[in-house]
Nanobody
Framework: QVHLVESGGGLVQAGGSLRLSCAAS????????VGWFRRAPGKERVFVAA????????YYTDSVKGRFTISRDNAKNTVYLQMNSLKVEDTAVYYC????????????????????WGQGTQVTVSS
């Protein structure tokens, strides 16, 4: 089992940057694929980005491609989400999530494949 803790959220002006961190503990982190999701006020939680355990392949939702970068540092048991050129519509609570170890599927954007979730971190982008 793995325990996830997000950090790095805050208030930033449009066009600015933030880097979110997802620190994992409790298990060998290299075995887990990790995703970032977000929930905007009054909306459902949606997929943002993911990095796969086997080959570190990355995936992004279209609205953040070219602006956000997901990466992992297995030595630090941490996954990062670098967010650049932030927009007001990026305002949300951001959650990181991990699959079961050695997940063999490919449904990276589906929240049901993720078994472990952090508590979330608030990102607010002002105009």
């Amino acid at each position: 089992q793995v325990h996830l803790v997000e950090s790095g959220g805050g208030l930033v002006q449009a066009g600015g940057s933030l880097r979110l961190s997802c620190a994992a503990s409790g298990s060998t982190f290299t075995r887990y694929s990790v995703g970032w999701f977000r929930r905007a006020p009054g909306k459902e939680r949606v997929f943002v980005a993911a990095v796969w355990w086997r080959d570190s392949r990355t995936y992004y939702t279209d609205s953040v491609k070219g602006r956000f970068t997901i990466s992992r540092d297995n030595a630090k048991n941490t996954v990062y989400l670098q967010m650049n050129s932030l927009k007001v519509e990026d305002t949300a609570v951001y959650y990181c999530a991990a699959t079961k170890p050695f997940y063999s599927g490919s449904a990276y954007s589906a929240d049901y494949i993720y078994d472990y979730w952090g508590q979330g971190t608030q990102v607010t982008v002002s105009s």
